[in-house]
């Protein structure tokens, strides 16, 4: 079973999880709830948008930007580098599904992304 999340829920559980915690100074590795409602509103193809090959394009580079500067932090942290080569491997297949099926988009979302391909 797939689950898909739309905005409003984000949104909703953005508020409950933030609501009776501080989190001042704490670096997450994995994107906030918030974070992820902005990429997701910057990328998306329509009004309901959460789940195309775009928009997971883009949330995968801003938690694989994340987790390279974790890394920079902390170089002996072989368990986070695991999972960031396998969302590097992740959306290096996303890539290549765009690039096969619509090059225009693909080549715009390389510029957009600032990505070397």
Known sequence: MQVRFTLDLLRKNTQKLHKNTIYANIIYMALTPKEKIKVIEKYRVHDKDTGST??????????????????????????????????????????????????????????KLGLKR
């Open 54 to 111: 775009e928009v997971q394009i883009a949330v995968l580079s801003q938690e694989i930007s994340r987790l390279t500067n974790h890394l920079k932090k902390f170089p002996k942290d072989n368990h986070s580098r695991r999972g960031l080569f396998g969302m590097v491997a992740r959306r290096k297949k996303f890539l290549d599904y765009l690039k096969e099926n619509n090059i225009r988009k693909y080549n715009s979302l390389i510029k």
